[in-house]
């Protein structure tokens, strides 16, 4: 895969537990395929339960499973990690590897902004807010998330399976 990849390791806050150790990353210009493409391949690398539509506009996360969001179309300045996270900007073409427990909000996007999402095994997702009374039961669930088994995109041998096995 000829892209860069950014590694994001985010601290949790008392609110947004983030991933004790595992980094989001982003592999940047790494989609250049229709969206049914992407679909077929994601599902072929076990990355399933997908579903095409923008990022909410409010900090939330997911304790029980990993997520990624390949954006299809547009571009959005996401945050990362909670209120005190990271800014960053995706564009079309981008991948987002979201481990459990990573907060992400959508902080403005053009109209046309979409993603592809989808999470290992086809996981289903909880949707966590924040809320002080959720965190010790997401900090419990996050462990257990079900690793992934290959990288979405390029397999058994694709640089997730590295770059989380090195965390």
């Given at each position: 895969?000829?892209?860069?990849?950014d590694r994001i390791l985010?601290?949790?806050?008392?609110?947004?537990?983030?991933?004790?150790?595992?980094?989001?990353?982003?592999?940047?210009?790494?989609?250049?395929?229709?969206?049914?493409?992407?679909?077929r391949l994601f599902k072929?690398?076990?990355?399933?339960?997908?579903?095409?539509?923008?990022?909410?506009?409010?900090?939330?996360?997911?304790?029980?499973?990993?997520?990624?969001?390949?954006?299809?179309?547009?571009?959005?300045?996401?945050?990362?990690?909670?209120?005190?996270?990271?800014?960053?900007?995706?564009?079309?073409?981008?991948?987002?590897?979201?481990?459990?427990?990573?907060?992400?909000?959508?902080?403005?996007?053009?109209?046309?902004?979409?993603?592809?999402?989808?999470?290992?095994?086809?996981?289903?997702?909880?949707?966590?807010?924040?809320?002080?009374?959720?965190?010790?039961?997401?900090?419990?669930?996050?462990?257990?998330?079900?690793?992934?088994?290959?990288?979405?995109?390029?397999?058994?041998n694709g640089p997730l399976?590295?770059?989380?096995?090195?965390?």
């Amino acid at each position: 895969m000829n892209t860069s990849i950014d590694r994001i390791l985010l601290k949790e806050d008392g609110y947004y537990p983030n991933h004790p150790y595992l980094p989001a990353l982003v592999y940047r210009q790494a989609m250049d395929m229709p969206t049914r493409e992407a679909e077929r391949l994601f599902k072929k690398n076990r990355w399933s339960n997908t579903w095409v539509g923008g990022i909410f506009d409010y900090h939330h996360y997911h304790s029980r499973t990993h997520e990624i969001l390949g954006v299809i179309e547009g571009s959005a300045r996401l945050k990362l990690g909670g209120p005190h996270g990271q800014t960053l900007e995706v564009k079309k073409g981008d991948l987002i590897i979201l481990p459990a427990g990573v907060a992400h909000k959508n902080e403005g996007a053009t109209v046309d902004f979409q993603v592809l999402a989808a999470y290992p095994f086809g996981e289903s997702f909880d949707l966590k807010t924040g809320d002080k009374k959720e965190y010790e039961e997401a900090l419990s669930q996050i462990p257990d998330a079900p690793a992934p088994a290959a990288d979405p995109l390029l397999g058994e041998n694709g640089p997730l399976m590295e770059l989380w096995n090195r965390s």
